[in-house]
């Protein structure tokens, strides 16, 4: 059982390059998410989905896309990678939202990838 | 204001001692709370997590909640080194079942 895994864990972008992030979790969970973290601050939600064939925009949305073809899949898509974009991107997958947290159930975070866009 | 807010610190507690962490919120109407540690260049992990008003203790952690004045605290008893890390502050808005994260205090216990 690998949990949640991204890949890749570096990468260095040129400013209007794009590029996909990866996430892949081996749980059968519904939800998924992915966060973004700036140096010193705490996690903003980019995109979320709750199943598959469904997502919808968190916080930050502009300048990613995502897809949620299948469970266990959950690309993250910049385009025109912009210097404001260099970050820590945390992808996260849950059995449910965030209100069923408290029930027992548990939210598993990758181990982050980290971008710089020059 | 902002929706989740704390000190970023950083706060420095001898070792041994009880160190305090707060947390404010916006949201009136947020039900649900947690506390996540995160070690540098490591992934957030969830230490505690509370819904009604009062205490819960965890070990060494107690969670402390007060939805009428709007905050909660996490408190550790008999702080290690191994405390040192940055705590984040989450708060569910069940309006649609997301949750906004605090900026983080950074904890460093003195040995």
């Known amino acids: 059982n690998a949990g949640v895994t991204q890949t890749p864990k570096f990468r260095i972008l040129k400013i209007g390059q794009s590029m996909t992030l990866q996430c892949a979790q081996d749980m059968n969970h519904n939800y998924m998410y992915w966060y973004r973290q700036d140096p010193g601050m705490g996690l903003k939600l980019i995109y979320y989905?709750?199943?598959?064939?469904?997502?919808d925009k968190g916080e930050v949305p502009n300048g990613y896309n995502v897809s949620r073809s299948t469970t266990e899949y959950f690309p993250l898509r910049l385009e025109l990678a912009a210097p404001s974009q260099t970050s820590v991107y945390f992808c996260a997958s849950s059995w449910t939202g965030w209100t069923d947290i408290l029930k027992g159930n548990t939210i598993y975070f990758g181990e982050g990838s980290w971008l710089t866009v020059v | 204001q902002k929706e989740v807010e704390q000190n970023s610190g950083p706060l420095s507690v001898p070792e041994g001692a009880i160190a305090s962490l707060n947390c404010t919120y916006s949201?009136?109407?947020?039900?649900?709370f947690f506390w996540y540690r995160q070690y540098s260049g490591k992934s957030p992990e969830l230490i505690m997590s509370?819904?009604?008003?009062g205490d819960k203790e965890d070990g060494r952690f107690t969670a402390q909640l007060n939805k009428a004045s709007q905050y909660v605290s996490l408190l550790i008893r008999d702080s290690q080194p191994s405390d040192s890390a940055t705590y984040l502050c989450?708060?569910?808005?069940?309006?649609?079942?997301?949750?906004?994260f605090g900026k983080g205090t950074r904890l460093h216990i003195l040995p």
């Open positions: 509370i819904y009604s008003n």
């Open positions: 989450a708060v569910n808005m069940e309006k649609d079942d997301k949750i906004i």
């Open positions: 989905s709750v199943g598959a064939g469904i997502t």
């Open positions: 949201d009136r109407v947020s039900q649900s």
